[in-house]
């Protein structure tokens, strides 16, 4: 039981002569503006009830509402204090049957106990403690207790179709309310069923407003491009509050992941309503409000049925904004994929462009430095600086022959082969490199890896640029894994190194050609874009998977030919992680 007090002053202490008009049309005017005011239902309750006992000069009053088939019950004691204690009893401490029958509208019976309206009215209570009750040919005994009192008048109100009230006046003397006034406190009754109604009325609609505060509040933050996900929630936990019956009391949290978000004066509370974050059909968090403390409105549940729907329907919000986010995330970057391929596209055929007119200069400056070269009586000096020339034009073939290689100019001469033959072969010549720099090797090879239809030489190039680029990352020592694994979607090529990773910026142009973060002179930035160049013609696909600290991840993924070569990938390149700065590229 919840109990408060509230100065009543002055109040009538002697029996009532016959009310007349005006003090009932005054009466009724105080309690309907209390109502018209908009104030909450405990301050509603302790002004009428003041009202009412400074115009009764009873000594205690009571309401009961049943709501939806829940019964409360107000009281209000006149102390010796001249103060008015006010508590609350829910239904299983309400005192006798028979005020649940009066309630329901369950007592038939004649005077002098019941008027035609269904006052109960007693003025010495001292003569029963049993108030009998004939219904459909059979008697009920309804239990009364009187308390100490001795005057009663218990008036059935009717709020609407579904809930009924009973007010209830009760006095310490006997036959304080006299029979001729009856029908006037009933009158009296009526009127504060009217104000109830309406109080309930504007309070609900003040609920609604709220609420649209709350979602139009919620549909500001979320258009808001340049707000985080976090920035989203954090601006939601500040809405909602404000939104529910109790404001300078509720809290909010949102979980969300592995994160929880919440205000600072945030603690937990078994007043407490919930609603889950469904993204895609999977819980991924849940929207709280609690009540920190208990009011001595509260019911038996705190929480309006709308305001569960009000919080479903901002879970429902926020998983929308989550999803939308992904999508469009999604968006973006396979738009970055598309214009990469386009971009690596235009550049291969410029590349086969240059390839082809170079090959031709190229041959005559190597033919002739040759024939220059079969001179017997060339100066020796000479001879050294024409093997010069012969070298750079070697050289030079070579860098043209794997921008034919990246253009996908140079026809491949497919066989089956064993992929885990083509890593052990190339790692053969590459393990005692590893051994000098401190590099472990580790080989975690699919025993049962199905035949594939390839180029050996061109995927022993690839292994092999894959392989140095991871050397070149780990200046100091690492860890270097090749693991072949047989999925669903083909087979697998994984190349993982423990160096320091590439930054976003790099990471974004490691397949263009020439570009290099190795000195000039190292590198002609053609390794990782011809390795591109031929899993794609291959009808396979490569991404990278790195951070700052975390090394570099190289997945290849080649078709099985009974799934048809030719019909898995486009060449995309996919991005998921970001990047820090490696040194091979």
Excluded at 173 to 194: G, H, I, S, W
Excluded at 213 to 227: D, E, H, M, R, T
Excluded at 307 to 335: F, M, P, S
Excluded at 542 to 570: A, D, M, W, Y
Aim: proline share 3%; glycine share 8%; aromatic share 8%.
């Amino acid at each position: 039981m919840v109990q408060m007090k509230t100065d009543l002053g002055s109040v009538h202490t002697e029996g009532h002569a016959r009310i007349l008009f005006n003090d009932f049309s005054n009466l009724s005017t105080q309690i309907l503006r209390v109502a018209n005011r908009g104030v909450s239902k405990l301050t509603f309750l302790q002004e009428v009830f003041t009202i009412l006992a400074r115009f009764s000069g009873c000594d205690a009053l009571g309401l009961l509402v049943e709501e939806e088939g829940h019964i409360a019950q107000w009281d209000a004691e006149l102390q010796s204090g001249g103060e008015l204690l006010f508590s609350k009893n829910e239904e299983k401490k309400i005192r006798s049957s028979l005020y649940c029958s009066l309630l329901r509208g369950e007592v038939k019976m004649v005077k002098p106990f019941l008027s035609k309206a269904g006052t109960f009215r007693v003025g010495d209570a001292d003569q029963f403690s049993v108030f009998a009750s004939k219904q459909n040919q059979k008697t009920t005994s309804l239990t009364f207790i009187s308390e100490g009192y001795q005057s009663f008048l218990l008036i059935p109100i009717k709020l609407d179709k579904k809930n009924r009230g009973l007010l209830e006046f009760k006095s310490r003397q006997k036959e304080f309310f006299p029979v001729e006034n009856v029908e006037t406190y009933e009158r009296l009754a009526d009127t504060l069923a009217v104000a109830i109604v309406d109080r309930r009325a504007q309070a609900a609609l003040r609920e609604r407003v709220k609420e649209l505060a709350c979602f139009y509040g919620i549909s500001q933050i979320i258009k808001n491009p340049s707000l985080s996900l976090e920035d989203v929630i954090k601006g939601i936990v500040k809405i909602l509050p404000p939104a529910f019956q109790y404001p300078e009391i509720a809290a909010a949290v949102i979980a969300f992941d592995d994160r929880c978000f919440t205000a600072a004066a945030f603690k937990e509370s078994k007043f407490r309503l919930s609603s889950d974050i469904v993204v895609h059909g999977k819980i991924r968090g849940s929207v709280d409000v609690l009540y920190l403390k208990e009011r001595f409105e509260f019911g038996e549940d705190p929480f309006l049925e709308e305001e569960q729907k009000l919080l479903d329907g901002v879970a429902k919000q926020i998983a929308l904004y989550v999803e939308g986010r992904k999508a469009e995330e999604e968006r973006r970057k396979l738009q970055d994929q598309l214009r990469h391929a386009d971009r690596l596209a235009t550049i291969g055929e410029l590349a086969a462009g240059v390839a082809h007119e170079l090959n031709e200069p190229l041959g005559n400056i190597l033919g002739y430095a040759q024939l220059i070269k079969k001179d017997a009586e060339l100066p020796e000096q000479i001879g050294v600086d024409i093997e010069k020339i012969v070298q750079a034009s070697l050289h030079a073939r070579e860098v043209v022959k794997k921008l034919l290689i990246f253009a996908r100019q140079v026809p491949t001469q497919r066989t089956r082969i064993d992929l885990n033959k083509i890593v052990n072969d190339g790692l053969y010549f590459l393990e005692s490199r590893c051994a000098k720099e401190g590099i472990k090797v580790r080989r975690d090879l699919f025993t049962e890896l199905p035949d594939i239809l390839a180029d050996s030489a061109q995927l022993n190039q690839v292994l092999v640029n894959l392989v140095v680029n991871a050397i070149q990352a780990m200046p100091g020592g690492g860890q270097l894994t090749v693991r072949t694994r047989l999925e669903e979607s083909g087979i697998t090529l994984v190349v993982e190194d423990t160096g320091s990773g590439m930054s976003a910026e790099v990471e974004r142009q490691i397949f263009n050609p020439f570009f290099t973060t190795k000195e000039v002179g190292k590198g002609t930035g053609l390794g990782l874009p011809v390795v591109h160049g031929i899993v794609t013609s291959h009808g396979g696909t490569i991404k990278v998977e790195t951070g700052e600290g975390q090394g570099s991840r190289f997945i290849i993924q080649l078709p099985i030919p009974e799934l048809g070569e030719g019909n898995r990938g486009n060449g995309d390149i996919e991005v998921e992680a970001e990047n820090d700065q490696r040194n091979g590229a």
